[in-house]
């Protein structure tokens, strides 16, 4: 996959529990969590965390306490992550990308960078 304008995005498919979804994503080391739009996780009929329904979080808007669902399945490639707890939060404008693939996601996988050929991948451990 190649690195462009100093981004990692990957194209991914969420699955709920009766629809799935094609979207770009960003791969931001920054975010703790992955991050969907509202009405992505209404589409996908998403159910809430149970462990922990709100969270507290500190973003480049300020302080925020969005709910937390479960993403039944999320897959990059031939990688595929089940049962993601997923923050429901809606990037702002001019945002290019809705949604974020955060250290939740990428502590599952193999995240490989090399920056000087522009280049990255996801690998399975």
Do not use: C, Y
């Amino acid at each position: 996959m190649e690195i462009v304008q100093g981004r990692l995005i990957v194209r991914v498919k969420l699955e709920g529990k009766k629809f799935n979804t094609f979207e770009d994503a960003l791969i931001d080391t920054g975010a703790a969590f992955t991050v969907i739009p509202a009405e992505v996780a209404d589409f996908l009929e998403l159910g809430v965390w149970k462990k922990r329904p709100k969270i507290e979080l500190v973003t480049a808007s300020g302080l925020i306490k969005p709910s937390v669902r479960i993403l039944d399945r999320l897959e990059v490639g031939n990688i595929k992550i089940e049962n993601l707890p997923v923050v429901i939060h809606e990037i702002p404008d001019p945002a290019p990308i809705k949604i974020l693939l955060g250290m939740n996601f990428i502590e599952r996988t193999n995240l490989l960078v090399n920056g000087k050929q522009k280049l990255f991948k996801i690998e399975d451990p």
